[in-house]
């Protein structure tokens, strides 16, 4: 069974950064693609990166030039780091493994394709 463990929330002013880690455990081989995801209260779940087995990642358009997903060589651990933060990216983050080894431009920002979900870590960009 794989766990996921997210980590490196925190509370930072606009234009600050972080870096939010997504510990894998539980898997041998990791043949899914990874994303992150975030929401805030009343609102859905959202899409805010992927990548795959080979590395090709995709984003949200919202945080496109200021996010970059990757992992470390051994993919035990799946980044987020953050750049340029803004308040409107305040949320709940959430790491997630997919349902297959690589993801799909139309269907990678749902959360109906991911098998695997962290705890959530809270992610605070005050003005």
């Known amino acids: 069974q794989v766990q996921l463990a997210e980590s490196g929330g925190g509370s930072v002013q606009a234009g600050g950064s972080l870096k939010l880690s997504c510990a894998v455990s539980?898997?041998?081989?990791?043949?899914?693609?990874m994303g992150w995801f975030r929401q805030v209260p009343g609102k859905e779940r959202e899409g805010v990166a992927a990548?795959?087995?080979?590395?090709?990642?995709i984003y949200a358009d919202s945080v496109k030039g200021r996010f970059t997903i990757f992992t470390d060589n051994a993919k035990t651990t799946l980044y987020l780091q953050m750049n340029s933060l803004k308040p409107e990216d305040t949320a709940m983050y959430y790491c997630?493994?997919?349902?297959?080894?690589?993801?799909?431009?139309?269907?990678?920002?749902?959360?109906?394709?991911?098998?695997?979900w962290g705890q959530g870590t809270q992610v605070t960009v005050s003005s």
């Open positions: 539980g898997a041998t081989n990791r043949n899914y693609f």
């Open positions: 997630a493994g997919g349902s297959g080894v690589y993801w799909y431009r139309s269907t990678w920002a749902r959360p109906s394709g991911y098998n695997y």
């Open positions: 990548i795959d087995r080979d590395d090709t990642r």
